[in-house]
Structure formats: structure tokens, C-alpha cells
């Protein structure tokens, strides 16, 4: 079964700083695509950014790029200069193929505070 | 209106009450699903909705009675609930299931939900 995890409860950075969230997943399967989604306090669950596992780049939108280690099984988040309302849970989340369902799973969540 | 509504944000209700909650889509995408988010647990997913046929029911209690009544809107429909079953309601929408970029599941704001 597929399964994703984030080591990383909580985390601080510095304002204009980079961090790095941690994402391993595990998974039998060929193809797959990958997700990190931001969740304020507010609730609402907000997309950043997409890995597929065939695709040969790294993904970047804008502050936010994806370390992808295809052997190491790893989907890192990286977000480059801090801001203070990047202060939110972050997930992971690996979408099943299509002919088992499609599900998207996630993991448990690192929480991160950006420091002023 | 744009993206994935959700009504009401905030709902308190006792045991024995009836309640729905109510999601819209202004995507034009054609699977919807209703996620929970208890405190400190991942994401379940609950129900997944293709082109308004049921495709996926994740062992949800029969207190849970989903209803699609067409691509665009998703209703919960809540009866007898216990206290157990506080949670944030997440809403999701994806143009379909696959693990394409363009099956990005996007979500809504969520519904609060306080069981006494």
C-alpha cells in the first residue's frame, strides 16, 4: 500500500530565509504524481506544486520548488525567502493510478513557522 | 464566485439534528470528493464522485449520506453524528483522477463541524 511521511512535526525559519520540508513516500507502483498542498489557519487546503514521477525536471512554481529523488523515494519542499505568511501546515500527499482508485494520500503534516 | 464554496464554515450540532453541508465548484471539473481532517491525523478521504456516480466509498459510516447531484455540487448529508465525528469537512475537485498535473484536486474552504 501506498504511504507517505513526513518526519518534520514542526519547523522554524528565519523571515528571507530557505527551508526545507521533508517527504518520503512508498510505493509499488510505476506512475504517480505528487503533491504539496499549504493549509493556514483558516483551513483551507491551497495547492503549491506537482512532481510527476516520469517527469525528468524538478518542479518549480515560483518560491516554491520540489527536490525530487526518485531512488531515495523523497519529494522535498523548498521554499526560497520566507515570508511571514508562509507560516502554515504544509502536506504531502502522492495521488494513486487511475485503476486503483486515484486516491490521494497524504501524510501527516509538518507544521512551520517563519521567525520575523 | 470562483474555485470550490463550502456552507456553511462553521456548524454546531447535537446528536439527534439533521444537518447537509453543501459544496460548489466553478471549475468545470468532473470529480468531487469529500475529505474529513480530524486533529492530528492526515486527511481521510470519504467519498469520491465521477461525473456524478459514486466511485469511491472509504468505509464511511452510514451516518454520512453523500449526494451528488451533478458536477458541480456535493452534499454531506449528516445524521445521528457523535462527538467523535467533530472534524474539519474538507471539498475537493479534479478535472478527473488521473495523475496528470491537470487532475490536481483543488479545495475548498472547509466546513467546521462541533458534534455535542
Known amino acids: 500500500a501506498q504511504k507517505i511521511t513526513q518526519t518534520q512535526p514542526g519547523m522554524f525559519v528565519q523571515e528571507k530565509e530557505a527551508v526545507t520540508l521533508d517527504c518520503t513516500y512508498d510505493t509499488s507502483d510505476q506512475s504517480y504524481g505528487l503533491f504539496w498542498y499549504k493549509q493556514p489557519s483558516s483551513g483551507e487546503m491551497i495547492f503549491l506544486i506537482y512532481?510527476?514521477?516520469?517527469?525528468?525536471q524538478n518542479a518549480t512554481e515560483g518560491r516554491y520548488s520540489l527536490n525530487f529523488q526518485k531512488a531515495r523515494k523523497s519529494a522535498n519542499l523548498v521554499i526560497s525567502a520566507s515570508q511571514l505568511g508562509d507560516s502554515a501546515m504544509y502536506f504531502c500527499?502522492?495521488?494513486?493510478?487511475?485503476?486503483?482508485?486515484?486516491?490521494?494520500?497524504f501524510g501527516q503534516g509538518t507544521e512551520l513557522s517563519v521567525k520575523p | 464566485e470562483t474555485g470550490v464554496t463550502q456552507t456553511p464554515r462553521h456548524l454546531v450540532m447535537g446528536m439527534t439534528n439533521k444537518k447537509s453541508l453543501k459544496c460548489e465548484q466553478h471549475l468545470g471539473h468532473n470529480a468531487m470528493y469529500w475529505y474529513k481532517q480530524s486533529a492530528k491525523k492526515p486527511l481521510e478521504l470519504m467519498f469520491v464522485y465521477n461525473f456524478k456516480e459514486q466511485t469511491e466509498n472509504n468505509s464511511v459510516p452510514s451516518r454520512f449520506s453523500p449526494e451528488c447531484p451533478n458536477s458541480s455540487h456535493l452534499f454531506l448529508h449528516l445524521h445521528t453524528l457523535q462527538p467523535e465525528d467533530s472534524a474539519l469537512y474538507l471539498c475537493?475537485?479534479?478535472?478527473?483522477?488521473?495523475?496528470?498535473?491537470?487532475?490536481?484536486?483543488?479545495f475548498g474552504p472547509g466546513t467546521r463541524l462541533t458534534v455535542l
Open positions: 475537493a475537485s479534479s478535472q478527473d483522477r488521473g495523475l496528470a498535473k491537470t487532475d490536481t484536486q483543488y
Open positions: 512532481q510527476g514521477s516520469y517527469d525528468e
Open positions: 500527499a502522492m495521488r494513486e493510478p487511475y485503476n486503483q482508485g486515484g486516491k490521494l494520500i
